[in-house]
């Protein structure tokens, strides 16, 4: 079965086409930069408009791409939660009037499951389930456990701030460029992880939750001194210096990761761990888990990095899923700004 | 929660200044502002102050006051820019830290809610402020230290001066 994913949830927009949830013939990001490169234009900053500017080049370089047509394609799968509702009601629309125009099923899609279903596309083999995974991006951390691919049970996110918008946010402060992980992780090069004692906060209770936000002052206090003023650290010079800073914060964040996952898969009993996510591209958290979980005795799941990042392969993949099952969505699909929220465990 | 003095030298209106000691004050003063909110069922908070200063952990508060069942799940809106939360009142939680300026506002569809449809709850107004209108409540919290923080608290316009005057009858 031949599905086209489309997603739109948040800055890109994407488009892709997988074969039976497992072998990817092409996925398409195009990012405003793409889009600027295209029209040599100044491009709108916000992504609804980019995106209706954006979705029938990528969906076309898809198809172009993978050397199939329309004809070709079984089903459509489209990201319909969690997101910025304007930005996914281009993509579902889109994915609307293809399934429309040429009568072919469409499924809606939990972004956040999709990040998981990328490791089935993962170059050691799809994940066994049960499995718990660790969905770690600029707008979400979150651990779930996995009975079987279409199950999510929520066991804990952040209370605060994701872990891509804590790396946003302090490569602010050290004056390093957006998006901050790729940044952080290039300025930690070198640099001593154990220069500023940071604190691996853990919120209370006995759930896994995490807390980014007291980080993010930590470094401010810890990098500039206790007599600094936040809104003069972009461009100051901090007492430490940035490549220790970068990769002190960058040892917290992983560290913190890496535990609460690792302690999630030994709380639930699996042997599996996934993970997925634009932090999922970093080196350190995907060394770090393939490493610690490895000598724990766990099977770590890792995708490419191009599918870690937002992307339609993996909507594709989990519209499969569902598509498969034979579920079918109408073309009422409506869109909703936070996930599909499972019962904590307990 | 202290008030340590009531300032009045603003032109505008009434303005009211506290000191927190952590986050777990911050999250009371956003407890306590859904409380003084009533018998309104909307208004625009708009709240300023640089990383870490707290703007979201007070958005918790106002969240968990406004009975907002999903009030856990009130995190930094920064990524997405916006996030609704259905209810009576709505709480419309907006981040223009990733905007660009004022039209994002009209492109985001929040022109309704900040006429009176929801309660909003801006961080970084600074960046949208052109789209902002006359009546609202400033909150600007800022560092003392690391845990501490100085928040100052004005009305802008009618509604939000009686707002602020619940707000301190409640303290």
Known sequence: MLVLGIDSSCDETTAALVRDGTECLSS????????????????????????????????????????????????????????????????????????????????????????????????????AFPCVALVVSGGHTSLYHLPSPTEQRLLGATLDDAAGEAFDKVARLLGLPYPGGPSIESAARGGDPTALNLPRSRPKGDGFDFSFSGLKTAVLYRAFGQDMKPGDAPGRTPVVPVADVAASFQKAVVDVLVKRTLQAAKHTGVREVVIGGGVAANTQLRERLATKGAAAGYRVVIPPRELCTDNAAMVAVSGWFRLAAGERDGLDLDCHPRPIRATPHG | MRARSNGGAMSTSAARELTLAGPGATVVLGRELAAALAPATAGVLCLSGHLGAGKTTLVKGLAEGLGVAEAREVTSPTFLRVVRFEGSPSLVHVDAYRMSGPDDVVELGLDEDLAGGAVVALEWPEIVAAALPADRLEVALAHVDESARNVRISAHGAASSAWLDRLGELA
């Open chain 1, 28 to 127: 398409v990001v195009a990012t405003q930069t793409e889009l600027h490169r295209r029209f040599g234009g100044v491009v709108p900053e916000i992504a609804c408009r980019a995106h209706v500017e954006n979705y029938p080049w990528a969906i076309a370089e898809a198809l172009s791409r993978a050397g199939v047509t329309l004809d070709d394609v079984d089903g459509v799968a489209v990201t319909n939660r969690p997101g910025l509702v304007n930005a996914l009601l281009v993509g579902v629309a889109a994915a609307k009037a293809i399934a429309f125009a040429r009568d072919l099923p469409l499924v809606g899609v939990d972004h956040i499951a999709a990040h998981i279903h990328a490791s089935f596309l993962a170059p050691g083999g799809a994940p």
